[in-house]
T-cell receptor, first 113, second 112 residues
Framework: AQSVTQLGSHVSVSEGALVLLRCNYS??????LFWYVQYPNQGLQLLLK??????LVKGINGFEAEFKKSETSFHLTKPSAHMSDAAEYFC???????????FGAGTRLFVKA | TAGITQAPTSQILAAGRSMTLRCTQD?????MYWYRQDLGLGLRLIHY???????GKGEVPDGYSVSRANTDDFPLTLASAVPSQTSVYFC???????????FGPGTRLTVL
């Protein structure tokens, strides 16, 4: 079975500061890993995904994430936060041949001017 | 293309009444899903379908039913609504069960 844990339900950063959102996963087989973003009153949209190719994955809006098998982590980073990054972010895990994706509880990112 | 559409956008429903939330995708995806999103609880899977004609139960299926008569449509029915079903409901689809999912805009349901 797979599971995912997002550390911190809320993260606050200043505009221009580094964004780091933490995600740890559990999977008995090689996982697929995803980060989704949800803006207010909208559905989720894919930021980036890891599917066993390069361990450093680049996504939209300047975000990237690094798959670290030894740490079972897939943390999301962005060098410089913009006000428009304020949203909720979800980490998710699935496996090849599986039929469900497991979502984390979400981390709400606040960006201060 | 429209991607995934959901209807209605929002609804206020009296307890005990029935309602069907509609979901349609135009991407010919095999898999479709229904989630509910509640503050502090994240996304919880209600029901899913890996292909037309098959459905399965998710994490919180009680009080809900689904059907998948064709590839494009995946309606969610509440037979007798209760206040605890007040939530935002999202429909999603993916090429297969383990690929990235595409989400609809959501339906905000209030049961009084």
């Amino acid at each position: 079975a797979q599971s995912v844990t997002q550390l911190g339900s809320h993260v606050s950063v200043s505009e221009g500061a580094l964004v780091l959102l933490r995600c740890n996963y559990s999977s008995s087989v090689p996982p697929y890993l995803f980060w989704y973003v949800q803006y207010p009153n909208q559905g989720l949209q894919l930021l980036l995904k890891y599917t066993s190719a390069a361990t450093l994955v680049k996504g939209i809006n300047g975000f990237e994430a690094e798959f670290k098998k030894s740490e079972t982590s897939f943390h999301l980073t962005k060098p410089s936060a913009h006000m428009s990054d304020a949203a909720e972010y979800f980490c998710a895990v699935s496996v090849t041949g599986g039929f469900k994706t497991i979502f984390g509880a979400g981390t709400r990112l606040f960006v201060k001017a | 293309t429209a991607g995934i559409t959901q209807a209605p956008t929002s609804q206020i429903l009296a307890a005990g009444r029935s309602m069907t939330l509609r979901c349609t995708q135009d991407m010919r995806h095999n898999a479709m899903y229904w989630y509910r999103q509640d503050l502090g609880l994240g996304l919880r899977l209600i029901h899913y379908s890996n292909t037309a004609g098959t459905t399965g139960k998710g994490e919180v299926p009680d009080g809900y039913s689904v059907s998948r008569a064709n590839t494009d449509d995946f309606p969610l029915t509440l037979a007798s609504a209760v206040p605890s079903q007040t939530s935002v409901y999202f429909c999603a689809s993916s090429v297969s069960g383990y690929n990235e999912q595409f989400f609809g805009p959501g339906t905000r349901l209030t049961v009084l």
